[in-house]
């Protein structure tokens, strides 16, 4: 299956010899980072302002800007929350709606325009064994239903994990884990699919420090999220993947000088799973595939 090779080059790319790259980065001054969403979830803004590329500390998102959402001529004021420290609100955008994010921050005007499109509900998700030359991979495959195949769809996903083990001591319970941005070309027509590489068996054994991030240990708590989104979302957010450490800003679709993002999406989430070993299936064609070909052979 065309999936199965797409992993395999992946797990290659992953496994492969790495070259150490110093970077040597030019200072410029701070410009004001934009975040917002509208989902069937609720509303989130954030505003904060760019950092060193030296600098570890997560930039905090900023009072003191008026935000606003419109859409079909009613504005919708999103206020800052001290208890989340970020502009929030219940405000639930709906398919199919065009969505206007205004913010006005110290003296300068930041706009942008998204159109939600439909959710993508998850089918399935579970952790597979697939073998790749010497090397035993846990991967997680998701399936979701397109819902509208004919087209092409644009989505952005999340893994989160809760852990409790040692390692993580003094640090958040919750972090995220994998995250991306894929779109439905290359798969089967009204459903899409996506394997996240989690770690190969050996790291798990070794267990060194460097990996504790990338390792998933027995009992962590796994959250899944799939958010549909429009093109200049994926666009932004395919960007600042192909920049990640190399300083270059993304590719924003948001007016005003400012960068960042704004996306109106629809999100699904999985059943949340408690990641043990001996639940991991051995690699094999999915039931949703089993089910696909079954029908589409007749």
Known sequence: MQKYLVLFILVCCLTACTKEIDFDYNEIDAVVVVEGRVTNEG????????RSMTDSVKSP??????????ADGVNESIAYDPQTHCYHS????QAGVTYKLTVDFEGKHYEGISTMPPAAPVLSAEFIWFDVLDERMVVFEIWATDPVSTERNYYWYRMDRITQHPHFEGRSKTEPYRWSVFDNRGNPPGLIYRDIICMSERMAEEDEEENWDRILYEGDIITFQLMSIDRSTYDYFSSLRAGQGGGANPKSNLTGGCTGYFTAGSITRSETMVFRYDAIHTESPSTIWNQYT?????
């Open 43 to 50: 509303t989130y803004v954030l505003v904060t302002k760019s």
């Open 61 to 70: 998102c900023l009072p003191g800007a008026v935000v606003t959402i419109t």
């Open 90 to 93: 219940d405000f639930k955008g």
């Open 294 to 298: 079954k029908t589409h052979t007749q």
